[in-house]
């Protein structure tokens, strides 16, 4: 079976501010699939970050889609807010949310893709009542709250129970932390689709970058 070819999502966290424009023109022109917009309010992560106006920069400079992945405690108050800035794909984390059917009801409502995140310990089980109301889920895999962090090897056995939960529940499964073209080709057999890349897609030429990891797709498992 061929392997799809990976989804993009640049992380504007992790982008130069000084000349956002010019990132997000050469992001969308390398072909991302997504802008990952990281929302932290120094409580639910000890990070603050992105303001409204870094959105509607990107929003000002490109059709690229926004997925934004709430890292802050109640989320549900924030879903219009971010949803009017121009989000296609809201994240809420399990470990935040209270009433979190509800609240991706309310996503999925607003006309947005609703999805979990998890945090590198939590396990699917964690999560296995929410999977019918998810359009995806995001596994951290590193400690939220800042880029630049290691890859918490523990993480695999619970991607490949999620990439497996995937096809019968029908959720996009996206992974977030200290990915590069190596880790893709390690997790694309698992079930993973969708890619957040942070600091080393812009260490590098995002562009390459990019193509490379697409390349990847379309061989055969």
């Known amino acids: 079976m061929p392997l799809p070819i990976p989804k993009i999502h640049p992380s504007i966290?992790?982008?130069?501010h000084g000349d956002l424009r010019e990132e997000i023109l050469r992001l969308t022109e390398a072909g991302?699939?997504?802008?990952?917009?990281d929302v932290m309010d120094g409580h639910f992560v000890e990070n603050f970050g992105l303001g409204t106006e870094i959105f509607k920069t990107v929003r000002k400079h490109t059709n690229v889609p926004m997925d934004v992945h709430?890292?802050?405690?109640?989320?549900?108050?924030?879903?219009?807010?971010?949803?009017?800035?121009?989000?296609?794909?809201?994240?809420?984390?399990a470990e935040a949310a209270t009433q979190a059917t509800d609240t991706l009801a309310k996503i999925r409502?607003?006309?947005?893709?609703?999805?979990?995140?998890?945090s590198p310990e939590t396990q699917p089980e964690h999560i296995a009542p929410l999977l019918p109301h998810c359009d995806c889920v995001l596994v951290m895999t590193v400690v939220p709250g800042f880029s630049?962090?290691?890859?918490?090897?523990?993480?695999?056995?619970?991607?490949?129970?999620?990439?497996?939960?995937?096809?019968?529940?029908?959720?996009?499964?996206?992974?977030?932390?200290?990915?590069?073209?190596?880790?893709?080709r390690e997790l694309l057999p698992l079930g993973v689709t969708n890619f957040v890349i942070g600091s080393s897609l812009f260490e590098h030429d995002p562009a390459q970058m990019l193509r490379e990891i697409k390349q990847t797709g379309g061989n055969l498992l």
Request: aromatic share 8%; glycine share 10%; charged share 20%.
């Open 70 to 93: 709430l890292m802050v405690q109640n989320p549900a108050r924030h879903i219009e807010f971010f949803r009017r800035l121009g989000a296609e794909v809201i994240y809420i984390h």
């Open 32 to 37: 991302a699939d997504f802008m990952h917009m």
């Open 109 to 118: 409502g607003m006309g947005a893709k609703a999805g979990i995140a998890i």
């Open 148 to 184: 630049g962090r290691k890859f918490v090897a523990d993480t695999l056995p619970k991607i490949e129970t999620l990439g497996k939960l995937s096809h019968q529940h029908g959720f996009t499964l996206c992974v977030d932390g200290d990915i590069n073209p190596d880790r893709v």
């Open 13 to 16: 966290l992790s982008a130069n």
